[in-house]
């Protein structure tokens, strides 16, 4: 059984920054390919970043150069590190075990003025 938990989000302002936290339980952490997503109201579940067991990453075009995902083995933690926030980015942010039914309870962000 795979739990996952996220934390670090909140109300931020344009141009400010978040990090986001998911931990990871239940399995064997470092041979996973991790996924972070988000879901704005009214709209779809998209993926925002993976990283593979490796470390190699992936972004939505939306967020390159702005988010970086990365992961702590040690820890069984993976982040998302994000920057230059605007108001497109509110959302609820969840993490996910890459293609598996596994999903964090997910973690609200806000970016407002």
């Known amino acids: 059984q795979v739990q996952l938990v996220e934390s670090g989000g909140g109300l931020v302002q344009p141009g400010g920054s978040l990090r986001l936290s998911c931990a990871v339980s239940g399995s064997i952490f470092r041979l996973l390919a991790m996924g972070w997503y988000r879901q704005a109201p009214g709209k779809q579940r998209e993926l925002v970043a993976g990283i593979s067991v490796t470390g190699r990453t992936n972004y939505a075009d939306s967020v390159k150069d702005r988010f970086t995902i990365s992961r702590d083995n040690a820890k069984k933690e993976v982040y998302l590190q994000m920057n230059n926030l605007n108001t497109g980015d509110t959302a609820v942010y969840y993490c996910?075990?890459?293609?598996?039914?596994?999903w964090g309870q997910g973690t609200q962000v806000t970016v407002s003025s």
């Open positions: 996910r075990v890459d293609s598996s039914n596994y």
